[in-house]
């Protein structure tokens, strides 16, 4: 079942996905499938779209008296037919921890012009921090692929913390979602941001899932992801320092793919207060 806060039945949303998968449809054709006015239609399915994942939308001569809006399904990561990306979200939804995929496995494929990367030594801050980047650019949603959430402890001296960057996000209407591992190592992260799961329940969602990979996603436009290599994991000599390297994208086919590969994930994780109860139960 699919839990979509708006004013939509499961019936409704079962019928437009159903309708849309088989063809792509205008918005006009939903509102009057739906029996609800044009405006009011467009407000549901963009709703729809950031909230599953599972339809876009498209707009054809805009700026025109003749703009057509289309909605549209969206494949999952295994409809693409690129074996590339095939292949690497393969990789991606079979790892469970950060060793089990290198993110330089995708950023070697990306137009140079799109991409951009950096290391830092642990533990120096990164060029712009997370937290300035989703100030300056979110507007509708956030994904983040996370381990055990310890970021959101994350802050800089003189700076906003991630949990105050999250509130004031959430305040401005920015969905966020987060994938990461719910378990006892997790739960004193998550506890430091449950006032805001509390106060905004239909923006904020976490979900459990132990997955690879550890970054975020900002709207359509920019995605930032790291990855470690680690000193003691090297023979002496090897390496000097342990590094952080901080891989940025802003390719619309690539980012739209992560997104799809998030949604794949998402799909088939399941509700952290959930999982917390299970959690509770064993330990009680």
């Known amino acids: 079942m699919l839990i979509v806060h708006m004013k939509l039945s499961e019936d409704e949303i079962k019928t437009i996905l159903e309708r849309v998968k088989e063809t792509p449809q205008t918005v006009n054709y ?9 405006v009011t239609t467009e407000k549901y399915l963009h709703e729809l779209r950031d909230t599953t994942g599972l339809i876009n939308l498209k707009t054809f ?11 549209y399904f969206t494949p999952t990561p295994f ?30 494929f990306i137009p140079e012009n799109q991409k951009h990367s950096f290391t830092r030594t642990i533990p120096e801050e990164q060029h712009m921090s997370s937290v300035e980047m989703v100030k300056k ?11 055990n959430m310890s970021f959101v402890s994350t802050s800089y001296p ?14 401005l209407g920015v969905q966020i979602k987060i994938l990461c591992r719910v378990s006892l190592s997790s739960l004193s992260n998550i506890e430091s941001i449950s006032n805001l799961l509390i106060k905004y329940p239909q923006q904020f969602e976490i979900r459990h899932r132990y997955h690879p990979l550890r970054g975020m996603i ?17 023979r002496p000599g090897e390496l000097n320092e342990s590094t952080r390297i901080y891989y940025e994208i802003t390719s619309p086919e690539w980012i739209a793919w992560m997104e ?22 064993i330990t009680e």
């Open 218 to 234: 900002i709207d359509d436009s920019f995605a930032r992801f790291k990855s470690w290599e680690e000193k003691d994991k090297f």
């Open 79 to 108: 409809s693409i037919g690129d074996e590339v990306k095939q292949s690497l979200s393969q990789q991606i939804l079979a790892g469970k921890q950060k060793d089990d995929f290198d993110f330089m496995d995708v950023f070697q």
């Open 260 to 281: 799809s590969v998030f949604w794949q994930m998402w799909r088939s994780s399941i509700p952290y207060d959930q999982r917390i109860k299970e959690i509770q139960r």
């Open 30 to 38: 939903i509102a009057h499938l739906i029996d609800r006015s044009w």
């Open 158 to 171: 003189g700076k906003e913390s991630v949990i105050d960057m999250m509130e004031k996000q959430l305040s």
């Open 61 to 71: 001569r805009e700026g025109t008296q003749g703009a057509l809006k289309i909605v």
């Open 137 to 147: 650019l979110a507007q509708k949603k956030l994904f983040y692929f996370s381990g």
